[in-house]
């Protein structure tokens, strides 16, 4: 019925893809650790707004 | 005929799907506790004082912002996981080769979880607010990611010993690696240090613990809804399903 492999095989991985991780990465970094180090003063707010999120998905929060 | 562009925009539509689900159970599940919780933090300090962080009194985000804030910081953790979660997909040229798109997608999205949250969990429980020491949060956060980063290792290595094993038969197979993992998990929880923070006298155990468990719940439904989501996206038995119905 399937043929995983075969289509799996067929996907062509470009190089923007990874520039389009990287940036997945940067926001779950901005939305679950930033603590002042990328954007410094605005980060307090950044870091109230997302508080329950930070607290409820267990990352370290203050 | 699938390109990587497809793949992508059903990993933001997974991510966007599961994060939903999983910001309903923090409403719903994980919000109870944390009021209990910011009630102990309320009863610690005088009226109109707060000590360093701000809950309340001097605020800069109301308390029904913080909680539709954190709601929509999950649904956009989310839709950045899934897109990250399809590039992988996509980059996969060993995981569970032989089976379907479906069951690919969730036996990845739960091996994510058990990297980048029950692993954490375990090491590194969550904890509620009025919980942690402000001083010691860059330092937690350090410990959490390499924790995280070892998660990833592990998982990675499980599918390279899989691949490299294929010549035994599977039951051999999935017992080697199945020990290869407990034995490196096992390393990592004792390798890492213990958590800095001392949990305060005033911070209830039942609050405590059905805050982690919530928690808990919560990243399972977040992760494991990727794969299953994302999973059900991908497969083209989904779409000859629907066909055959219509």
Same mark, same amino acid.
């Given at each position: 019925?399937?043929?995983?492999?075969?289509?799996?095989?067929?996907?062509?991985?470009?190089?923007?893809?990874?520039?389009?991780?990287?940036?997945?990465?940067? @926001?779950?970094?901005?939305?679950?650790?930033?603590?002042?180090?990328?954007?410094? /003063? +605005?980060?307090?707010?950044?870091?109230?707004?997302?508080?329950?999120?930070? =607290?409820?998905?267990? @990352?370290?929060?203050? | 005929?699938?390109?990587?562009?497809?793949?992508?925009?059903?990993? @933001?539509?997974?991510?966007?799907?599961?994060?939903?689900?999983?910001?309903?159970?923090?409403?719903? @599940?994980?919000?109870?506790?944390?009021?209990? $919780?910011?009630?102990?933090?309320?009863?610690?300090?005088?009226?109109?004082?707060?000590?360093? =962080?701000? =809950?309340?009194?001097?605020?800069?985000? +109301?308390?029904?912002?913080?909680?539709?804030?954190?709601?929509?910081?999950?649904?956009?953790?989310?839709?950045?996981?899934?897109?990250?979660? $399809?590039?992988?997909?996509?980059? +996969?040229?060993?995981?569970?080769?032989?089976?379907?798109?479906?069951?690919?997608?969730?036996?990845?999205?739960?091996?994510?979880?058990?990297?980048?949250?029950?692993?954490?969990?375990?090491?590194?429980?969550?904890?509620?607010?009025?919980?942690?020491?402000?001083?010691?949060?860059?330092?937690?956060?350090?410990?959490?990611?390499?924790?995280? /980063?070892?998660?990833?290792?592990?998982?990675?290595?499980?599918?390279?010993? %899989?691949?490299?094993?294929?010549?035994?038969?599977?039951?051999?197979?999935?017992?080697?690696?199945?020990?290869?993992? $407990?034995? %490196?998990?096992?390393?990592?929880?004792?390798?890492?240090?213990?958590?800095?923070?001392?949990?305060?006298?005033?911070?209830?155990?039942?609050?405590?613990?059905?805050?982690?468990? +919530?928690?808990?719940?919560?990243?399972?439904?977040?992760?494991?809804?990727?794969?299953?989501?994302?999973?059900?996206?991908?497969?083209?038995?989904?779409?000859? /399903?629907?066909?055959?119905?219509?």
């Amino acid at each position: 019925m399937t043929s995983p492999a075969a289509n799996l095989s067929a996907v062509r991985v470009p190089k923007w893809a990874f520039a389009v991780s990287v940036l997945g990465l940067i @926001v779950t970094y901005l939305v679950l650790q930033e603590n002042g180090l990328a954007l410094g /003063a +605005s980060s307090g707010l950044l870091h109230e707004f997302f508080h329950d999120g930070r =607290h409820a998905l267990g @990352v370290p929060c203050h | 005929m699938t390109t990587y562009k497809s793949l992508a925009l059903r990993g @933001v539509a997974a991510g966007g799907i599961a994060g939903v689900a999983s910001a309903l159970v923090q409403l719903l @599940v994980t919000e109870i506790p944390i009021r209990a $919780a910011l009630a102990v933090e309320e009863a610690r300090a005088p009226a109109g004082e707060e000590a360093g =962080h701000s =809950h309340g009194g001097e605020e800069l985000v +109301s308390r029904g912002a913080q909680v539709v804030g954190g709601m929509l910081g999950v649904v956009i953790v989310g839709i950045a996981v899934g897109l990250v979660f $399809a590039t992988a997909y996509a980059l +996969s040229k060993r995981w569970f080769t032989g089976s379907t798109p479906f069951s690919r997608s969730f036996a990845f999205g739960a091996a994510v979880f058990g990297a980048v949250a029950l692993l954490p969990w375990l090491k590194y429980p969550a904890n509620p607010p009025a919980v942690g020491d402000p001083e010691t949060v860059n330092y937690r956060t350090a410990l959490y990611l390499g924790v995280v /980063a070892a998660g990833l290792v592990i998982v990675w290595a499980a599918s390279w010993l %899989a691949e490299r094993l294929h010549a035994q038969s599977q039951p051999v197979r999935v017992t080697a690696v199945l020990l290869a993992v $407990a034995a %490196a998990v096992a390393v990592v929880l004792l390798a890492f240090p213990a958590p800095p923070d001392t949990i305060p006298a005033d911070m209830p155990v039942n609050v405590l613990w059905q805050f982690r468990l +919530s928690s808990l719940a919560q990243l399972a439904t977040l992760y494991v809804g990727i794969g299953v989501v994302f999973g059900l996206l991908i497969d083209p038995a989904t779409r000859k /399903a629907k066909v055959a119905v219509a």
